[in-house]
């Protein structure tokens, strides 16, 4: 059974930076896209990036500048470098993947459980 098992959250004062990271763990043929998405309290989920296997990447305007994903193929894992944090980036930040189990199949939409990220000094 495929997981995505995220890491990295956390408490961190306007001005400042953390590292999220998420794995894809089991048994998988390949993963043709990832990227993180957050929720904050009363508001939809929103994308924050996203990144295919090729490399090319997607941001939210509200990140552009200030945020940074990428991947790593051989580990199954996205990563999502954030700076200059604001308060209005706290949120739950989920890691979704599209993921192929087998050859020849159509991939299916997979999401972790979410890390808190909170800005606040």
């Known amino acids: 059974q495929v997981q995505l098992v995220e890491s990295g959250g956390g408490l961190v004062q306007p001005g400042g930076s953390l590292r999220l990271s998420c794995a894809a763990s089991?048994?998988?043929?390949?993963?043709?896209?990832m990227g993180w998405y957050r929720q904050a309290p009363g508001k939809q989920r929103e994308l924050v990036a996203t990144?295919?296997?090729?490399?090319?990447?997607n941001y939210a305007d509200s990140v552009k500048g200030r945020f940074t994903i990428s991947r790593d193929n051989n580990k199954n894992t996205v990563y999502l470098q954030m700076n200059s944090l604001k308060p209005e980036d706290t949120a739950v930040y989920l890691c979704?993947?599209?993921?192929?189990?087998?050859?020849?199949?159509?991939?299916?939409?997979?999401w972790g459980q979410g890390t808190q990220v909170t800005v606040s000094s």
């Open positions: 990144i295919i296997r090729g490399g090319t990447t």
């Open positions: 979704n993947a599209g993921i192929v189990l087998y050859s020849g199949e159509s991939g299916a939409e997979y």
């Open positions: 089991g048994s998988l043929f390949s993963i043709y896209a």
